[in-house]
């Protein structure tokens, strides 16, 4: 997440910034300040100035922290009878005299705590007339900045000639917003960061779903089409202030950014180049492209194809995916070579061998994954099946049918050849698909792409099925609940986490893949020698490779705890212990940090239990509800473990590598969910269909059911 992106390119050779924060981040919707964010704001300024940057902060809230101070003092001081009376407003510049001495204190003191110093610059409008004064104010910064002080601006309210704080904006400077732009030009600054209480520049009300976050502001493109929502709850200008205050820097060769103040790290963020907030830029119209499809157009154009892709047949859909399988047989050496461009780079990158071997696609990959496509081309249709069909009334017939669930967003690390399988099961299911793939994967993914949808007809389109290329452009997906109705992230815990956090679109994954086997005493030990070696041997990396294995504790004594750790690391595989194993005597094996624990690599997690029902507590307790296996021959212990495990999939005397969509007969999978609801396990086609109700009448009307005889009654599907 912290890589930079090409247009902030430039702030690497930014030395002088301006931070501007205003009143709505200062404070608390009750007025109080926001405490947390000023602190948050104080060490990150912290931060910049020990890395060497000159920092300059332009802050707003005197007023409104005055305000609330005398309020609470008028209150203490009056009568019962003073307070039935109609309350005149409190006069701006005392609330400005009385705000500012607080703001500073509080500035001080964290600023001290943080062992930074601080100085207090108060200026009024008529003071930039003089010549000599900014002369002098030049001077007096640069020395401050020199002694590696921060600066601190703030209109002098109290003082100034202005009718009154918030409702004259007249003169050299009107606001902060613009006292920080002016205060940019004189000091030249490098940049100006303008702290908002939203995320940036939207293209209309922030409050607005349809409204998006526009990452660079074109003038030409974005002048005439924003629109803005209310002005700020306690400053002066809101938005329309900021924005204004942005071109003006902007016009004059200094970038400028509008990004949220209630992020603790955005400051940050901003220098280290990520594509946080707005920016505003004298060469934007250089860099982005006057027309330019959003995340919404995408989802969009995609909702559009899927609903296209319905109405044509049966036979043509199966069709498509016959194409899109002899394609990849077509290019196969083009792929390949794509794909061996990628590996190449992962490798010098210095990327782990786990994700590696996802990222390569062995001999043989492509042909299995044409098998499998044309293995989905040949499955009886899903969309349309009809499921249930009910005579309600006498000539009144409800059907419940199959359906598409619409436009799925999928987010995938490493694994090109889950594009594949994802496109192929959008395809058959009648579904419009967004795919992010992993930047490791960029050039197979591309050609991916681009052989399978060239294998679209034109009648259905290709965005049916459309590439993000950007991780700037995931956040804006998670907000489009409004057109994508499923979310599948296929990745790392960290990935699936931080998109369920992120989005009210439902989420279907699974976050860890901790998949035990568990070796009773009754068990065959040579079946389970064979099963635990492919369980982890077989694919490491694999989400259902067997991650802890379990073992009863008769086993110790009768040497088969033994023979599992020796062939285990026979093929080179690392034994990490829980408390039990790691203490017996003779097998040195060393304590895992945590039960909890996915290696994907050629390691495991060796455990001693009880008995069965010792293990199935183990699995619950630490496992991920994924699969899990037992190796019996006791048919009851086998039967326990089978109905309690609490797991997508659980398995007797078989590897956990058997947990796969294609080995399922699915004929791919877009993930294995640990879900409850909707869809559980692997899933394929049935989990990306829902279902629509059908009623066929012949003019029926309810008029009170005072003339409906109802039935129920159920009938045969093919009737």
Known sequence: MDSMHASRAFVSDVKRVIIKVGTAVVTRADGRLALGRLGALCEQLKELNSQGYEVILVTSGAVGVGRQRLRFRKLVNSSFADLQKPQVELDGKACAAVGQNGLMALYDALFSQLD????????????????????????????????????????????????APYEDSSGIFWDNDSLSA????????????????????????????????????????HQGEITFGDKSRVGRGGMTAKVKAAVCAANAGIP?????????????????GQRVGTLFH?????????????AREMAVAARESSRRLQAISSQDRRKILLDVADALEANEALIKAENEADVAAAQQ??????LISRLALKSGKIASLAKSIRVLADMEEPVGRVLKRTELADGLILEKTSCPLGVLLIVFESRPDALVQIASLAIRSGNGLLLKGGKEAKRSNAILHKVITSAIPDKVGEKLISLVTSRDEIPDLLKLDDVINLVIPRGSNKLVSQIKESTKIPVLGHADGICHVYVDKSANMGMAKRIVLDAKVD?????NAMETLLVHKDLVQTGGLNELIVDLQAEGVSIYGGPRVSSVQGLNIPEAQSFHHEYNALACTIEIVDDVYAAIDHIHQHGS???????AEDDKIAEAFLQQVDSAAVFHNASTRFCDGARFGLGAEVGISTSRIHARGPVGVEGLLTTRWILMGSG????GDKGVVYTHKDLPLNS
């Open 282 to 294: 004298q060469d934007a119209h250089l860099w982005a492209p006057m027309k330019e499809i959003g």
């Open 349 to 354: 990158a210095g990327y782990e061998k786990p």
């Open 182 to 221: 002016l205060l940019a030009m004189e000091l030249k600054a490098d940049l100006l960061v303008l702290l908002s209480d939203v995320e940036g520049l939207f293209s209309g009300p922030p409050s607005d779903p349809h409204s998006k976050l526009i990452h660079t502001y074109v003038r030409e493109k």
């Open 116 to 163: 930074v110093t601080s100085s207090q610059l108060l200026v009024t409008d008529t003071d930039f007339r003089d010549p000599n004064f900014r002369l002098q104010l030049t001077e007096t910064v640069n020395a401050l900045l020199a002694l590696k002080v921060i600066p601190i601006f703030n209109e002098n309210d109290a003082v100034s000639t202005r009718k």
């Open 625 to 631: 509800a994924h699969t899990d296996c037992i190796v």
């Open 700 to 703: 029926q009307v309810v008029d």
């Open 256 to 272: 400028v950014i509008i990004t949220s103040g209630f992020a603790a790290d955005n400051i940050i963020k901003v220098l280290q």
């Open 539 to 543: 694919y490491p990396a694999a989400c």
